[in-house]
């Protein structure tokens, strides 16, 4: 298994060109099974989810290119891929293909949608927590699916289609978001999902259904009203820039102080970090190409943050943030309140000398003068990350284990940051 080592204490300057967003190319590729013409995707991210997703497509039959690399472009422009799905050879997602990815559970939307019939593995729990599907059995039945559950799928029909209902979510979930939403498209009438997630990735997939001939209203609300239409058609969509990729390199330079300008970069997608991040000393200014970050001198003062849905301070930034914080000057209380168990990175931050306390869902973290580095590993990508971050301002060496959940969310994470000058390297083993 590679690994990751890294050489801590290097400042970071120059440009790191942000990837499309994988939690918006995922639901975006799903949607390619609404139509049976072509659905072409540009600035998707070249990750493993991505390709595990076009596995699942391809089982379903969806018919799937990739356009060669034109002139200007390297390996960190986003690729352009195209889907169709001419006609639906399989309505069964497998437990091998769905286990291993939570979010394919999500084909059950337009798969039912379509085809009236599907038959969906559930996803089971993951390392941050038990994650249930309750929500998208709800919506689902709302828009009049029978579902049942047996030897570990969901089994659903809607003989005669889907028809549009009042969705109301008791909590936000961006997962029963985009599967409703998609799943109104193609129902009779009309559907208003209230308490929707308003994450910029439900507005980008919006945008995508709409050019495939949706009728959407109200996407990066918590109202959504679809009407649906009879079919859809083919369209060409870009996808939305990463603002967790953006928050998580805007964190590494705060980190390790420097000068980059995070290219592509859109600041208006995460708003509530990078005001965080200027509370804790780093200057963030917002320029026609991207974002520069740069903190010189000064050290990094700590700050409370609580992770709520958009536009809240995200989940996927905590354990980031938590890695700046073990450097700060101070106290700070870190509390997830989206996942129950999302806090594994704890521990292995401690490896590098943090000081950190958990106490139910709050973590409290005493800044030190200075981290060492360790071998450490992680359980999913954002801690994953995190320890890298750790790792960048560590005196000394640090190999960060099981390298693939890296790779299941960052593209090409350790050629990024050395164009910067960060010493960190990939070993194969
Ligand atoms: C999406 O997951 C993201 N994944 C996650 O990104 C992200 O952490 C999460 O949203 C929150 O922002 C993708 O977009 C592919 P949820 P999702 O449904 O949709 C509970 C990453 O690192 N819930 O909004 O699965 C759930 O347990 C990841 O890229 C129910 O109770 O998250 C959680 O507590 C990991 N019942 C909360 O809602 C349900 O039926 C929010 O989850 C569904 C969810």
Redesign the pocket.
Known sequence: MDKIRIIGGNRLNGVIPISGA??AA??LMIASLLTDETLTLENVPRLADVRQLTNILVNHGVDYGVNGKRIGEDLLTGQTISLTARSITDTTAPYELVSTM??SFWVIGPLLARMHACKVSLPGGCA???????????GLERLGAQLDVEGGYVVAKAPGGLVGNRVVFP??????T?VIMMAATLAKGQTVIENA?R?P?IVDLAKCLIAMGAHIQGAGTSTITIDGVDRLRGARHRVVADR?ETGTYAMAVAMTGGDVLLEGAEGSLLENPLDVLRQVGAEITETNSGIRVRRNGHGIVAADVTTD??PGF???LQAQFMALMTRAKGTSHITET???NRFMHVAELARFGARISLSGQVATVEGVESLKGAPVMAT???ASVSLVIAGLAAEGETTVNRVYHLDR?FERLEEKISRCGADISRISG
Do not use: Q, Y
């Open positions: 994988k939690n995922l639901p939570r979010a941050i927590g038990t994650r249930p599907v309750d929500l998208f059995l709800m909590k936000v979930s961006v997962g029963a985009h997630a994450e990735e967790i849905p958009f995200p989940t996927d989206i996942f129950e999913d990508l954002r969310g």
